[in-house]
């Protein structure tokens, strides 16, 4: 819990081990024999909430399967995301990027996996579809929202509608059947919300293209 507080109020490279030790009462030479240095402690730290926050997502679910489950997920995701705003923006550069210094990937992979294979089992995809580099593509769209909202290029209100576009505009190109459906439901509502207009194409990605996550200055922010 320190460790994250510092992260948000110090971003990465402000935090020291010195100030760690100070702040959580423990001797600096105790902290270094425990964790070795300031990656580890950090690293330990945002793993532990990002394990919780899907951890609840998980026990939330109930009953549901498949897509819906999916954007379960991602709803949780973004919740979570914005109940810890400062903490949140000062780790996104390291959970987007190839290094994925907090270790994200693995644990976001185990949840939406889950998500993405009862789909696949549920013929829901198209049969040349592979579910692992579904899952990439969704990884690398939500990660991508995720870096402008940091950058608060999107309202602190419209992430998770933005996550829910993101992932429409994978699923768009892959699903089929009533996965499909769904998908576009959620789609226009989220479209709606944001520009206040129904009007859509036949696929999401018709206006994911054309109002690309931070390439448009009308999108709109706080």
């Given at each position: 819990m320190v460790a994250r507080q510092l992260l948000s109020e110090c971003g990465y490279d402000g935090v020291t081990m010195r100030d760690l030790a100070k702040r959580s009462g423990v001797a600096l030479k105790t902290l270094y024999n425990v964790y070795g240095g300031k990656d580890e402690v950090l690293i330990a730290s945002v793993q532990d909430r990002v394990a919780q926050v899907f951890e609840r997502s998980f026990a939330a679910a109930?009953?549901?399967?498949?897509?819906?489950?999916?954007?379960?997920?991602?709803?949780s995701g973004g919740a979570a995301?914005?109940?810890?705003?400062t903490l949140s923006k000062a780790i996104a550069p390291f959970v987007a990027g190839a290094a994925d210094r907090f270790g994200f990937r693995p644990i976001y992979y185990r949840c939406h996996k889950r998500a993405l294979d009862e789909m696949a089992l549920d013929g829901d995809f198209h049969p040349w579809v592979n579910a692992d580099e579904v899952l990439d593509a969704i990884f690398t769209a939500l990660t991508g929202v995720l870096l402008v909202w940091a950058k608060d290029q999107i309202g602190m209100k419209y992430l998770n509608v933005y996550n829910r576009l993101a992932v429409c505009q994978v699923l768009a190109l892959v699903a089929r059947g009533k996965s499909l459906q769904q998908c576009m439901t959620i789609a226009k509502a989220a479209h709606r919300e944001i520009y206040g207009n129904p009007k859509l194409g036949t696929r999401p990605t018709s206006f994911m293209f054309q109002h690309r996550v931070g390439g448009n200055s009308s999108s709109p922010a706080i």
């Open positions: 109930g009953r549901k399967r498949g897509v819906s489950l999916l954007f379960h997920f991602v709803e995301t914005i109940a810890t705003p």
